[in-house]
Every structure is written in C-alpha cells, then in structure tokens.
C-alpha cells in the first residue's frame, strides 16, 4: 500500500509546484510588459499560454483528488490550494491583457513597485510549494506574504490618490485604475494562497 | 423507502429544471432590452419577477437539502448548483437594471454577438438539467458552453477595446464597460454552472 | 466533559458578540466620516484599527475552530458567520478609505440614508449574536434586515441613477460611484451575515 501511496502524494507536490512555476513565468512576463519598448502582443501570447499551462496543471490535480481514493491533504484544502494559485494566475493574465486591449500608455508612479512585489510573491510560492511535504519553514513564507501584502496595499493607495489627483484625464484614469486594481488583485490572491498554507499547516500540526 | 426516496430525487432535478427555465424567460428579456423601440420599464419589471421566482426556486432548493436525509447528490454540490444557476440569474438582472438607470442610449457594435451567446447558453443549460438524473449526454453541454464562453471572452476584448478607441466619451465609457462587464459576467456565470455539472458527473461516474 | 464544553461553547457566542460590537464602531466612524467637517485622517486611523481588532477576533475563531475537537455549531458555518461578519468590516472601512485617497468632496443626495441603513444593521446583527446561543429570536433579526437590504437596494439605484444624470463630471462620477457602491456592499454584506444565521437556525431546529 505505501508503494501505491508515495507516488500519488508526490504527484500533488509535484502539481503545486509546477503551478507555483507558472506563476514564476508569469511575473516576469508581466514586469516585460511593464518595460519600455515591450513587444506588447508577443508578450501577451506568451502570457495566454502560461495561463493555459497553469489551467492544465489545475485541472490535473482536481481531476486527481477526484480518482484518489486518500490524498495526502484533505480534499477540500487540495481544491482551494490549486484554485487560490490558479486566480493568481487569472489576476496576472488580466493586468497583460488589459495594457493591451486599453492601449495604455501612460504608467503611473508606483506601478513598478508592484510588479517588483509580484515577483517577490512569486518566487516565495513557489519556494514554499515543495516544503508543503514535510510542512517545514512554511511559517517564514506566509508571514513574509504578509508582510509583502501589505506593503503592496500602502502603495496601492499611494497610486489611487495620485489617479484622482487631477493629474489625469477622466478616460485615462478609467483605465489605470483597472490596471492597478488588478495589480493590487495579483497580490492579494498571493495572500490567499499564504492563508490557505497557514491553514493547512496549522490542521496537520 | 424507495417509495420515500423517489418523489425526493425527482423534486431535486424538477427544482434545477425549473431554475433553467427562469434562465431562459431572463434571456430572452434580455434580448428584447437590446431591440429598439423597447419598453425598458416594463421589461425590467418582468425581469425582476423572473428573478424573484428564480429565489423562490433557490431557496427550496435549499430548504430541501436541509430536510432531507438522503439526498440524490452531495450537499455542497447541490448547493453550489442551486446557487450557480441563481448567478446568472442575477448578473442578466443587473445587465437590465443598468440599461435602465444608467439610461443607456449607445449600445456598442458587438453587445448583439453577447446576447445572442447568453440566450444558447440558457437553451443549452435548460436542455442539460433533466439529464442529471441519468448523467447521460452532459459532456456535450459542458464542452460547449466552455466553447461559447471562450467565444464570448474574444469577443469582450474586442468590445472593450472599442471602448477606449476613444470614439466614446468618458462617461459614456464609464456606462457601458459596466454593461459589457456584467454580460461578460453572465456568461462565465453559464460557464460557472457547466464546471459544476462537470465535476458532479465525474464524481458520480 | 460538561465543565470542558461549557467555556468553549462560551467563548465562540462571544467572539461573535465581540465581531458585531467592533461592526457597531465602525458603522459610527462610517456616519462620522459622511458629516461635515469630519478629521477625515483621524476617522480613518480609528477605522483601521477597527478594522484590525476585528480581523483579531475573526483569527482567534478560526483557532478556536480548528484546536476545538467538538464546537457548539458545524465548523464550516463557524467560519461562514466569522468571515462574513469581517466582510461587513472590510467593506465599511473600504469606504473610509476611498473617501480619503480620492478627497471625495460632493456626497450625493442618499448617502445619508445608506449610512443610516448600515448603523441600523449593525444595532441588530449586535443584539442577534447574543441570541445564537439560544436560537431565540432570530427570525425577526434576518427579517428585518432583509427588509432594509431591500431598502437600501431602491435607495443605490436612485443615487446611481442621479450619478448618471449628467449633474456630475466623469472622473467625480468615477469617484462616487466606488463609494455608493462600497456602501451597497457592506449592506449586502450584512444581508449575508443575516442569510448565514437563517441557515444555521433552520439547521439547528
């Protein structure tokens, strides 16, 4: 029986982890777009096939809690994991997608910031992943989720208050704020991953 | 006690019948809110109504998942139905409820294409209910609808874009994005629906 | 076991309690921040500490759920009631914030009636928690705050209606359509709360 477990138990790890890399891509497809000169249409197929990469890998893990007859975690901690890591993926694909269906040209002061935290969160998650097995030094990353979280939430509302500080045009502020709400979106879907750990973490103690 | 137990099962795909056709009355509202010449008030009113009787269907639903002891699916699958099938209900309502107080006047190239999408799904998603007694030719539904919803996804970029062409106006802009957003809303909300379908079925199968 | 269960079952129906006490300070902070010539910065630090101390109670719940081995209610709608009475939370202080960042300066005709909606919501879902222990007149509870859902609803679509009257410039429409929103939402917030209780009672019964 532990033959026929091992396998299945890596097979989860191995999933999150593989989705936890998507989003490594993704962050840095996103900061690309961010970048002058940006390549903005390849940049977004690029971004479509990482967010189809990462819908696979979601896919293949519910399909896998649904055939397994005991999963390493409980099922419904499985469910919230892979689909609290796939809207992170969902959140980054909107940001790239909207750049280029709104034709933004104008980047605010702040934005940078963010995407700089996006690639922080990014590569914390996908860190953690692989200690999810033995439930090790996953406290340090949540708490540094955290911390990151809200140091993105200060300076999103440094960014908002400067978009209606009549700098902007109605139209132009139309669009920002939809970026940088998505923005701010990416980062709070980290946080729920995070939370989602914690959880998990502090049942299996 | 099979005596007992079929008039249960039956209420059950009766309800989500029932709630499918509330889908289909909105749908086709929806539709005749976009024609000219039409009665806003009055279709909003019949809008409404429909609504209040998709409720109704919900919260039997409900209260008959927590009356029975035996039920024909899961709870949480039930639930997540009954309550899926309300989200559409109330995203085609609040598309009607915004032509009404945003007093819409333009409607942009390609809101047609949307409606038309919404209707099928509705059509698709009544015919597809009675089959959840026999789990029989669901596989059908689910991947068409995620088909039309990927339809519909081209087509609101496209919409969007047009948007922020600049040919509108800011406050026009404001409008409409929300109009276009909710009847994008409606159709992931049909998309929402057929993953429930699909995960119940590949449970019971 | 009696002497076991007694303080546990005590201490869940008074971080409740605790819950909607914190949700009746920041309903006060709201009223204040919509009066004229409020110390808006100064209102929105006591929110945020609000805020924070409700997140508090809201995180020893979850504790107490997850190291409790038998809980006086089912733990899923221990954190249904936890997280949504921080919804209500979350959204109040949401609207302090945006009131602040976009130095709202015109407040439409209605607001007023929203704010007095939200302080009503929150008298009563303060005198329904004490009430769960008991099961106890409840009914009345999620009644009447369905009924100033509904009320409030009418009273929204009037001040978006007057949003969109062409009285307002775009980037103010902007502004105040995220705050009349905002306050819409912590009402619906309160109305699921009050739907989260109705279930746990029929439940119970």
Redesign the interface.
């Known amino acids: 029986m532990a033959l026929r477990f091992r396998p299945v138990e890596t097979a989860f790890y191995d999933d999150f982890s593989a989705q936890a890399q998507h989003l490594v891509r993704g962050a840095s497809l996103l900061a690309e777009m961010f970048s002058g000169h940006a390549d903005r249409e390849k940049i977004a197929d690029d971004m479509r096939r990482a967010e189809h990469d990462a819908d696979e890998t979601t896919h293949a893990i ?2 896998r809690v ?1 055939s397994t007859f005991v999963t390493p975690l409980d099922r419904e901690d499985i469910y919230a994991l892979a689909s609290g890591l796939d809207d992170v993926m969902d959140m980054m694909d909107e940001v790239v ?1 909207m750049i280029v ?3 933004v040209e104008t980047i605010p002061d702040g934005i940078s910031e963010q995407v700089d935290l996006i690639i922080r969160c990014a590569d914390l998650t996908a860190a953690a992943m692989p200690n999810l097995r033995s439930m090790q030094s996953l406290s340090e990353y949540w708490i540094e989720i955290n911390r990151l979280e809200n140091a993105g939430d200060r300076n999103h ?1 440094r960014i ?2 400067s978009l ?1 500080s ?1 700098e902007y ?3 132009e ?3 920002l ?1 939809d970026v940088v709400e998505a923005l701010e979106g990416a980062i709070d879907a980290f946080e729920k991953v995070a939370n989602t750990v914690e ?1 998990i973490a ?2 299996e103690s």
Chains 1, 2, 3 share one sequence.
């Open positions: 519910v399909r649904n997608d269906l709104y034709e509302r908002l208050a209606f009549g045009e109605a139209l502020v139309l669009k704020k959880q502090v049942k």
